[in-house]
């Protein structure tokens, strides 16, 4: 067996954003008893943090250094076309003189800079995407099809994929579109591309779970049928759209409640909730820190999850997902969101409804809500399973240690 080679982890953000250090930090603090990983992380000025960002810098840095991890922090210059330049020289250095030999990029901006250094140093390249960053842009209006910069971008986005050694997605449509796309299908071996969706810490939701009782009762919910939502409000998670099925179920309903948990704010989801003639009084518009989510959500009975109909979202694995059948909150979305549409028709996790037809919809889940199968609790112990079993983070684990020794032996 080969001797595991050091490992560099990228991503361009800091060290206290949410989701990297959740997921990424977590998988490569963990994993760093059998192979020696270094991180990069792009930092704000010192003095633009607040207290308690900082005291949560250094308490995760430390928290890093404790497992062997060495951390190089960059200057945020506010520019990618500053931070690549400055990323690549970071990776450059570290290649030539620190020992690392794997470069595992999280997303587009830190995969170029990888790819700047690829043909300077000896090192392989391990492209994690998280998504179809080009057809973002394109999404938001950023990016404009028959202008040059859409060019340039798919230009850049075909050297990515052509250098990596290998390459990460998160679902089964996101590995199936790269293969089938015809300017990037000539340019992978299926065999480099490994599926790895987000998943989570499972005995965070297990041991909040143990207190389903209490939190409840500290939140007001005794007696009452609780959905969640726990997501940005940003656009393709369509809250506009939930909001208007959770009318028609919260009209239904009286013991029906709502709890919306966005970030950073509340303002725009309370917005949209009075827009739609939401009963506000029967919603909990909550921004609660990462840390309160599994409490949150073990507390609740159902989840709502609607995704936009868009090739980003077609190809994605939402962490949230994970979060819900962690929790053992059956899931009503629409179709269309990468594995997760097959998961809850084919393992029975939820109902598949529209939500363009809130009406419909909102029929749907009362009837679903007055099933047997929801009443008695068998759909969250099979989704408390499914949980358990196909989206704890020690799978991701092994996973990604499985891609890593893939690449020491070539």
């Not at 960059?74 to 620190?98: E, M, Q, Y």
């Not at 020794?405 to 070539?410: K, N, V």
């Amino acid at each position: 067996m080969s001797t595991p080679r050091k490992t560099l982890f990228v991503f361009h953000k800091g060290l206290t954003e949410p989701i990297p250090r959740l997921h990424g930090l977590a998988q490569v603090r963990a994993l760093a008893g059998a192979r020696r990983f270094a991180v990069i992380s792009f930092e704000p000025r010192w003095r633009r943090r607040t207290r308690d960002d900082r005291e949560l810098y250094l308490a995760t840095r430390a928290w890093l250094r404790e497992a062997g991890v060495e951390h190089v922090a960059l200057p945020l210059l506010g520019s990618n076309w500053l931070d690549i330049p400055l990323g690549a020289i970071a990776i450059l250095v570290l290649a030539l003189f620190r020992g690392v030999r794997i470069v595992h990029t999280r997303s587009y901006v830190p995969g170029l800079m990888a790819l700047l250094v690829r043909p300077l140093a000896p090192v392989r390249f391990l492209f994690d995407p998280r998504g179809l960053f080009v057809d973002e842009y394109i999404y938001a209006g950023a990016l404009r099809e028959g202008r040059g910069r859409l060019k340039f971008a798919r230009w850049l986005e075909r050297r990515l994929y052509a250098a990596a050694d290998a390459t990460v997605v998160l679902s089964g449509p996101f590995r199936d579109h790269l293969l089938s796309r015809g300017d990037l299908a000539c340019l992978l071996d299926p065999a480099s591309v490994s599926l790895i969706p987000d998943r989570v810490d499972f005995a965070r939701f297990r041991d909040a779970g143990r207190d389903r009782a209490a939190g409840r009762a500290d939140r007001g919910w005794d007696g009452a049928v609780v959905g969640a939502y726990v997501a940005s409000s940003a656009p393709w998670h369509r809250l506009d759209e939930s909001l208007r099925v959770m009318r028609g179920v919260m009209a239904a309903r009286p013991d029906v409640r709502f709890v919306v948990a966005t970030y950073p704010s509340t303002a725009r989801a309370r917005a949209l909730a009075e827009e739609a003639g939401v009963p506000v009084d029967r919603v909990d518009f909550v921004t609660a820190p990462v840390a309160d989510v599994p409490g949150i959500l073990t507390s609740a009975d159902f989840a709502i999850m609607f995704e936009a109909r868009h090739l980003i979202r077609e190809v994605c694995a939402p962490v949230k997902f994970s979060e819900y059948v962690a929790a053992g909150l059956p899931v009503v979305a629409n179709d269309g969101i990468g594995d997760v549409s097959g998961w809850i028709r084919e393992r029975r996790l939820g109902l598949l409804v529209d939500p363009d037809d809130a009406d419909e919809a909102a029929a749907r889940v009362v009837e679903y809500l007055a099933s047997d199968d929801f009443r008695e609790g068998e759909a969250r112990r099979r989704c408390l399973r499914f949980g358990e079993n196909e989206m704890d983070m020690r799978r991701t684990l092994e996973e990604y240690e499985a891609v890593y020794r893939s690449l020491d032996c070539t």
